[in-house]
């Protein structure tokens, strides 16, 4: 899985203790969600003293920007980053929806 080579590239070249590590790549996410916000509003020609900045490809590649961070993150503090988003996604899914995601009706009992 690519998420688990770019934790792996991340963690060789730390110099940070793990737990410092953990954090700022939970923090990591705030400062990509901000990049969205700032797109959205360079799309929207927002502030007028900058006009148009950004176009929608712009934002659809920051909201990219912010899955991979969430995955890196996720990748960094479990071993099994893809089982526990399937896991909350299926939650959401039945929550959401009422009825079983894909996972789970493919689930092994």
Known sequence: MAIGEIVG???ENSELPPDT???LRI???TEEAGEVT???IGTMGQ???KGITHSWDDVQAELCD???TAM???ATITPDARKAFDAHLARVTNRSLGKPSPTQLNAVP
């Open 38 to 40: 700032q797109a959205v």
């Open 47 to 49: 502030n007028p003293r």
């Open 27 to 29: 923090m990591k996410l």
């Open 9 to 11: 590239w991340l963690d």
């Open 72 to 74: 890196v993150a996720l």
């Open 66 to 68: 912010v899955m991979l």
């Open 21 to 23: 590590e953990k954090l």
